[in-house]
């Protein structure tokens, strides 16, 4: 599985961004898929938003709620994560990431460490400036 991402740049705060995440490969609709970021000067990746396989259920960092917004579209085999109300701490490197989980269903648990995600994309910067 490759994963490209697309979509980052530079925004003011308050601002608003839209991620996009292609996947190559096929049966895409049976990988769950999730957002990481890794914020400058840290070593590690945060889950920022996951969403299962039929895009029934997701779930967010606290940081994140009501601001942004993960969704797919499984017959274009994308994943997106729309970004709006951007803050300055909203600064990092974004992940996108993808973990078979072929039997699970809307009402599974999402995995929401990086461990449980095989596969991730580059990376796109996201920065918002005050």
């Known amino acids: 599985v490759h994963l490209a991402e697309s979509g980052g740049g530079l925004v003011q705060a308050g601002g608003s961004l839209r991620l996009s995440c292609a996947s190559s490969g096929s049966s895409f609709n049976l990988y769950t898929m999730g957002w990481f970021r890794q914020a400058p000067g840290k070593d590690h990746q945060l889950i920022v938003a996951a969403i299962g396989r039929n895009g029934g259920n997701t779930e967010y960092a606290d940081s994140v709620k009501g601001r942004f917004t993960i969704s797919r579209d499984n017959a274009k085999n994308e994943v997106y994560l729309q970004m709006n109300d951007l803050r300055p701490e909203d600064t990092a490197v974004y992940y996108c990431?993808?973990?078979?989980?072929?039997?699970?269903?809307?009402?599974?648990?999402?995995?929401?460490?990086?461990?449980?995600?095989?596969?991730w994309g580059q990376g796109t910067q996201v920065t918002v400036s005050s």
């Open positions: 990431a993808a973990q078979f989980t072929p039997l699970a269903s809307d009402t599974s648990a999402l995995p929401l460490a990086s461990y449980e995600y095989r596969y």
